[in-house]
C-alpha cells in the first residue's frame, strides 16, 4: 500500500521509465482512483500501450494484466516485455506469447 | 582432426592424443565435467599435483553460429571444494575449436619457483618460463601478450589473485577489444596459479573454418536461429539497450535485492545504480550501450561505461556485481562502482565473490558501509599485494564471515549467494541449494521447453512446484553450457518453438547425428549426475545441499518471507 487511498502509485521500467520522464511525471507517478480496476483498465487510464507491459507487480507481487486487481492505495510497477533472468519464471514474469 | 593438448606441469612435458569415442559427443561443461570426474580424485587437494584444469570450447564453437563463443574451464573448486565449471566469453573459444583441439588439459605441479606460458598452436603446445608479466595486472598482461605475438592471439591469464592463488581469483580470457571477461567462479585462478601457469598464449595460425557434415542444412538452421535470437524482446531488445542491469529495478520492486548483506529485500537507492541509470550515463557519456563479449555475439549485452569526462571506466558491467557492490555493500555512486569492477577485473578476482566478501566483513566492522574509497585501497594496497589483511579477504564470503564469527554468512558450499534473495524467490534458492557449483544463479538459467506448463504459475513466496522448475532450469542449463552457445539464448529458446529446434539442427548438421531435443535433455541429466557423483565422493553430500540457517531465521522485508523449504522435498531435487 502506498499510504495515499485516492490514487494507485505508478513506476515504470525500461523505455517506460523514460515514457514517464518524457510525459514529466514523477516516479512514482500518482493516478487517481475510485475503485478496483485491473491491468488493462490501468494501462488505458495512463495511455501505455498493452504490448508495452509483459507482466505487473501489484504491491510487489508479480502478476498478469488479466489477472491484477487494483485497489486505490496499492502500489504498482509496469514491467516491459524485455527483462530477462531466472526470476522470469521464478517470480512469474512470463506471459504466453500469442499463438504458441 | 580432433585432438586434446595435455599439458604435464610436473616434467613440463605435452602429449597431443586424440580424442576418445566417448568423449567425441562432448563440448564444453560436459567436457570439462567428463574429464575432471574420469582424472581428477575427488579427495584431491584442489591446489594440490593431483587437481587438473581443463578448458573446452562448446559443440557449436567455432562454427558460424550466433552467440557460440562460449569457452568451459573446469576443476576441483578450492573454493567449493566439490566440482566446478564456469564459463567465459572472449575471443579464446573459437580460435582454439578452429584450431581443432577439443580440450586442454593442465596437469601436475613444477618443483621450483619458476612460473611459465603456455603456447598453444596448432601443432602442440610450448612450454615457456614466464617472467615479464609476474605481479601483472590482466589488463597489463593482455598487451604485453599482444605486443610480443600479435593482436590476433587469444590470451588466457590470471591476475595479482590467481598467483597468489586465493579462493576468490578467477582466470581472464580477452575479448575482442582486448578488455577481458572471466571464468568468475570457484577459485578457479588458484587452481592456475597452483600449477604456476600465469598465461596461455593461443596462436591462432592454421587454424580453419570447421568441416560441417551439412553445410546447407547448418546455414539453414542458423538463419532460423538467429532470427529467433533477433526477434524476442529480450535477446533482441531488452539485454542489448540495457544489459542484465536492468534487473536492480526489477528484483527490488519483487523485495529480493538482497540489501546490506541481505538484511533487506530492498534499497532505498535502487534508482541511483539502476540498469536504467547505467544507460543514461552510457548514452551521455558517449560509451557503448551494446557491446559483443565474443565474436559473433548478436545479443550484445555488454556495454562500455565511461567517466564524467568521457573516460573509459569499465565494460562488462553486470547486473550481479553492481547489485553486490551497491545494494548489498551500499556504495551509493555508480561510477564508484564501475571503478570497482575494473579494478576487480585487473587484479582477477571474482566479481560476485569479492564484493558479497566485502559486505560481510563492513558487517563485521572491517569497512564502513558504502566505502567505496577503502574497497579500493583494500583491493589495490592489500589483496593485490597480498599482504596478510589481503589473504584473510582474498579467502572469500565464508572465510572472512568465519574469521570474524558472524552467522548471517550468505554461501552455499562456501560460495557466496548472488543477487536473489531466495526467501521471497524460493525456485531460486532451491537451485543454490542444490547446484553442484555451490551458490549460482546461472546454474538454472536456461529453460527446458517441457516446463512451458510452469513458468507463469509458480508462486515466488510458496514452495509448491520450486524443486521441479529448479530440476528443469539445471537440466537444460547444464545442456547450454555444453554447446558453447550463450545462456541467454534460453529467452528466444523458451518462446519460440523454432529457436530450440534450430539448436538441436545445427548440432545435427555439424556433427551429422540425429538428434532430438529429448537427447540434449538427456545430455544435461547426464552432466548433472556426473558432476554430482564427484561431488558426493569429494565428501559434499546432501547435508551440504542447504541454505544457511539465518534465511530460516531471519525474515526479510517487504514480503516477511523466511526460507522454510523442507529438506526431505529438497532432497528430491535428484530423483531423476
Known sequence: MNGTPDTVEVVGFMDLAGLFRARGWTSPHRLPLAGPIDGFELLVRLDVSFDAVESLFVNHKAIGLADAVIRPGDRVALVPPGVPGPHRFCLGIWRRPSGS | ?576
Open chain 2, 1 to 576: 582432426m580432433h585432438k586434446i593438448y595435455r599439458v604435464n606441469m610436473t616434467d613440463l612435458s605435452v602429449k597431443v592424443e586424440p580424442v576418445p569415442a566417448e568423449w567425441a559427443g562432448l563440448g564444453g561443461r560436459a567436457l570439462t565435467s567428463t574429464i575432471v570426474a574420469a582424472e581428477v580424485p575427488p579427495t584431491c587437494h584442489p591446489l594440490g599435483p593431483n587437481n587438473k584444469l581443463v578448458f573446452a570450447p562448446g559443440l557449436l564453437s567455432g562454427t558460424a553460429a550466433s552467440n557460440a563463443g562460449r569457452f568451459s574451464c573446469g576443476a576441483k573448486s578450492p573454493l567449493t571444494g566439490g566440482i566446478k565449471e564456469s564459463s567465459a566469453g572472449g575471443t579464446s573459444s573459437r580460435i582454439i575449436a578452429r584450431l581443432g583441439i577439443k580440450a586442454i588439459i593442465v596437469e601436475g605441479q613444477p618443483a621450483g619457483d619458476a612460473w611459465y606460458a603456455l603456447v598453444v598452436g596448432k601443432d602442440g603446445v610450448e612450454i615457456r618460463e614466464e617472467t615479464e608479466t609476474l605481479g601483472l595486472g590482466t589488463f597489463a598482461t593482455v598487451e604485453k601478450i599482444n605486443a610480443r605475438h600479435g593482436e590476433d592471439f587469444g590470451v588466457i591469464t590470471l591476475g595479482p589473485a590467481g598467483e597468489h592463488m586465493m579462493a576468490i581469483s578467477n582466470i581472464s580470457v580477452k575479448d575482442p577489444e582486448s578488455k577481458i571477461r572471466s571464468f568468475g567462479r570457484g577459485g578457479l585462478g588458484a587452481v592456475m596459479g597452483s600449477k604456476r601457469v600465469k598465461l596461455l598464449a593461443i596462436d591462432p595460425t592454421g587454424g580453419a573454418p570447421l568441416a560441417l557434415a551439412d553445410p546447407a542444412k547448418f546455414k539453414e538452421a542458423n538463419r532460423t536461429f538467429t532470427k529467433t535470437l533477433a526477434d524476442h524482446p529480450v535477446s533482441g531488445q531488452g539485454l542489448k539497450k540495457y544489459g542484465t542491469a536492468v534487473l536492480v529495478n526489477v528484483i527490488n520492486e519483487a523485495g529480493g535485492l538482497p540489501t546490506k548483506n541481505f538484511t533487506t529485500g530492498q534499497c532505498d537507492h535502487h534508482d541511483q545504480i539502476s540498469g536504467e541509470q547505467m544507460y543514461d550515463n552510457i548514452v551521455a557519456r558517449e560509451g557503448e550501450p551494446s557491446h559483443p563479449c565474443s565474436p559473433a555475439c548478436q545479443i550484445q549485452c555488454s556495454q562500455v561505461y565511461n567517466d564524467k569526462d568521457g573516460k573509459y571506466l569499465t565494460s562488462g558491467f553486470e547486473y550481479e556485481t553492481i547489485w553486490a557492490l551497491g545494494a548489498d555493500g551500499m556504495i551509493k555512486d555508480l561510477d564508484v562502482i564501475a571503478e570497482i569492477d575494473n579494478v576487480m577485473d585487473d587484479l582477477g578476482v571474482d566479481s560476485i565473490e569479492t564484493p558479497v566478501m566485502f559486505a560481510v566483513a563492513m558487517e563485521a566492522g572491517l569497512l564502513p558501509w558504502g566505502d567505496g574509497a577503502r574497497m579500493l585501497q583494500l583491493l589495490r594496497e592489500d589483496i593485490a599485494k597480498a599482504t596478510p589483511l589481503g589473504r584473510l579477504l582474498g579467502g572469500g564470503t565464508g572465510h572472512v564471515g568465519r574469521a570474524y564469527g558472524l552467522t548471517r554468512i550468505p554461501v552455499v558450499k562456501n560460495q557466496a549467494i548472488p543477487a536473489y534473495d531466495p526467501r521471497p524467490i524460493k525456485g531460486i534458492g532451491v537451485t543454490y541449494a542444490t547446484t553442484t557449483m555451490g551458490a549460482d544463479h546461472t546454474a538454472g538459467y536456461a529453460i527446458a521447453t517441457n516446463i512451458l506448463n510452469v513458468g507463469g504459475k509458480v508462486d515466488p513466496l510458496k514452495n509448491d512446484g520450486q524443486v521441479e522448475l529448479s530440476r528443469n532450469l539445471q537440466i537444460a542449463t547444464a545442456a547450454v553450457d555444453s554447446t558453447g552457445l550463450c545462456l541467454f539464448i534460453a529467452f528466444p529458446a523458451l518462446d519460440i518453438p523454432a529457436c530450440l529446434g534450430s539448436v538441436v539442427e545445427m548440432l545435427n548438421a555439424r556433427y551429422g547425428l540425429a538428434l532430438t531435443g529429448d537427447d540434449v535433455v538427456a545430455l544435461g541429466k547426464n552432466v548433472l549426475k556426473i558432476e554430482h557423483a564427484f561431488n558426493l565422493a569429494a565428501g559434499l553430500g546432501p547435508e551440504t545441499d542447504r541454505l544457511p540457517e539465518f534465511f530460516e531465521l531471519e525474515s526479510i522485508a517487504p514480503h516477511d518471507a523466511k526460507w522454510d523449504m523442507d529438506q526431505k522435498e529438497l532432497a528430491t531435487f535428484w530423483n531423476f
